[in-house]
């Protein structure tokens, strides 16, 4: 299947990435770090190598936490702390190797839209991964409000910096706080649930804050600051591409907020299903990745057709998952649990093939190998 046609796999090989902007973490460690760090990586060590390293070091543990933590409450049998362990160890380096494989791409002149499209198409993937399995950690599963908040909080951020992608040609990180600061909060607290025995009892623990406005529990304080930063960001982000694309021929701000539009349709089905399933007070960690694989793909799309220059479009079919999601809640035609897992196994599917007919098309017209360097 091709996903791309001729014109826009010949814009495709002509794009250039462009990033702007670093965030608080990336200025102060995360930069200087891996410029020393690629050094020590031999030179035909190609660039998506360590991209799927980076990326397995992160899913396997990942995937693992979320099976054995389907409700992400107390309720859950425990988890092994090595487990943990590994997490926080997999997430710290997913970190470094999500920044060094640019740098090595760069470092070995073998940068590409291929590479882009790997690298930013697994960081979508990790939105997913990584605030589920912090809800884990956290037990967080028992405040339904901020066990959403995580994940979606997570992927707008994500999203948005695409969203400035597509208007103006550049991948904009927010100077306070990005998605690095984000994945930090997410390995601190892995680290605890590795050291602390019985973690989520620690996390769900109370204090004796009379003034505090909310229960105050170690979680809830924990994500006090992170929330905020977060809003602080989304302001500033949305208020920039508005003003970017106010200042856009009047007949271009219906193309350009395609994006935007793709991601209030996609929020508001979450948000719907989330309210009305009964199946979420069990297995809200099946729902809530059932209903963010549509906006993966969705990114997905958005990575390949901004570096073609295409126009995107309002609507797309996965984003009817959701809708459909909600009518049989409604309707109770189909027992929730199975149809749950038959639609996240599908999805699944369908992403993994679209995504490698997409990678297929860009070696072929590219002419270059996915995990090796031609030598000279």
């Known amino acids: 299947m091709d996903i791309l046609t001729k014109p826009q796999l010949k814009i495709l090989s002509k794009h250039k990435y462009c990033m702007a902007g670093q965030s608080i973490l990336e200025r102060v460690f995360l930069s200087g770090f891996c410029n020393e760090l690629v050094k020590l990586f031999p030179r035909w060590v190609a660039p998506n190598v360590i991209t799927f390293v980076g990326s397995l070091l992160l899913f396997v543990p990942g995937v693992l936490v979320l099976t054995y933590s389907p409700s992400a409450t107390r309720q859950d049998s425990e988890i092994c702390r090595c487990l943990w362990a590994a997490m926080a160890v997999g997430s710290f380096l997913y970190q470094v190797l999500d920044c060094v494989d640019g740098k090595q791409a760069r470092r070995t002149g073998t940068s590409s839209p291929l590479g882009e499209f ?23 599963g028992e405040v339904p409000a901020i066990h959403v908040f995580t994940i979606v909080a997570a992927i707008t951020l994500f999203q948005i910096a695409h969203w400035h992608n597509y208007i103006t040609g550049k991948v904009h990180v927010n100077e306070l706080i990005d998605v690095e600061e984000a994945r930090l909060f997410s390995t601190l607290a892995y680290i605890v649930a590795a050291v602390v025995p019985s973690a989520r009892d620690f996390f769900a623990s109370s204090l004796d804050l009379p003034w505090c406005p909310f229960p105050a529990t170690v979680r809830n304080l924990a994500m006090v600051p992170p929330s905020f930063f977060v809003f602080l960001s989304l302001f500033i982000c949305v208020r920039r591409c508005t003003s970017l694309i106010s ?23 979450v948000l719907a299903v989330v309210v009305s399933s ?28 901004n570096m073609s220059r295409s126009h995107i479009g309002v609507f797309h079919p996965l984003l009817c998952v959701p809708y459909l999601l909600l009518a049989n809640t409604l309707t109770g035609a189909v027992s929730e649990l199975p149809l749950f897992t038959a639609c996240l196994a599908l999805q699944l599917m369908f992403i993994a093939f679209w995504s490698v007919c997409a990678i297929r098309q860009m070696l072929d017209h590219l002419n270059i190998r996915l995990f090796t360097i031609p030598t000279p």
């Open 118 to 140: 790997l690298d930013h198409g697994f960081d979508a993937l990790a939105t997913i991964v990584m605030p589920l399995s912090v809800s884990a950690a956290m037990a967080l």
């Open 247 to 269: 200042q856009k021929p009047a007949s271009e701000h219906h193309r350009l907020y395609g994006p935007f539009i793709q991601y209030f349709i996609w929020v508001v089905g």
């Open 278 to 305: 009964p199946l979420f007070s069990t297995h809200p960690q099946l729902v809530l990745v059932t209903l963010t694989l549509p906006k993966v793909h969705s990114i997905h799309r958005v990575l390949v057709l």
